[in-house]
Nanobody, 124 residues
Framework: QVQLVESGGGLVQAGGSLRLSCAAS????????MAWFRQAPGKEREFVAT????????TYAATVKGRFTISRDNARNTLYLQMNSLKPEDTAVYYC?????????????????WGQGTQVTVSS
């Protein structure tokens, strides 16, 4: 398995931006499709975005499409999530996850390794 550590969360005003990072160690990062999920208090974990191992394919949840951008740097073993035009409803703990098989799934059940999460709070 790959070990994942998220960073970059914090408190930001509505309309602001944040960039999350996910540092990977262990097995070859480039072997994995990667994704971001989030979980707000009292809610289930939900899909945010996913990216293929090469970075050429990505998929976004409708709620973040056009505002968030997922990217990766395989040379640095790092996954990113650029979040712009943040809204209070984006407040959640954000998790990165790794998928060892083919494809870029949107279901959390398909992901094998998870980070500990980073808190993002958007004030109105």
């Amino acid at each position: 398995q790959v070990q994942l550590v998220e960073s970059g969360g914090g408190l930001v005003q509505a309309g602001g931006s944040l960039r999350l990072s996910c540092a990977a160690s262990g097995r070859a990062f480039s072997n994995y499709a990667m994704a971001w999920f989030r979980q707000a208090p009292g809610k289930e974990r939900e899909f945010v975005a996913t990216i293929s191992w090469s970075g050429t394919d990505s998929t976004y949840a409708a709620t973040v499409k056009g505002r968030f951008t997922i990217s990766r740097d395989n040379a640095r073993n790092t996954l990113y999530l650029q979040m712009n035009s943040l809204k209070p409803e984006d407040t959640a703990v954000y998790y990165c996850a790794a998928h060892a098989s083919s494809g870029i799934p949107v279901s959390a059940n398909a992901y094998d390794s998870w980070g500990q999460g980073t808190q993002v709070t958007v004030s109105s």
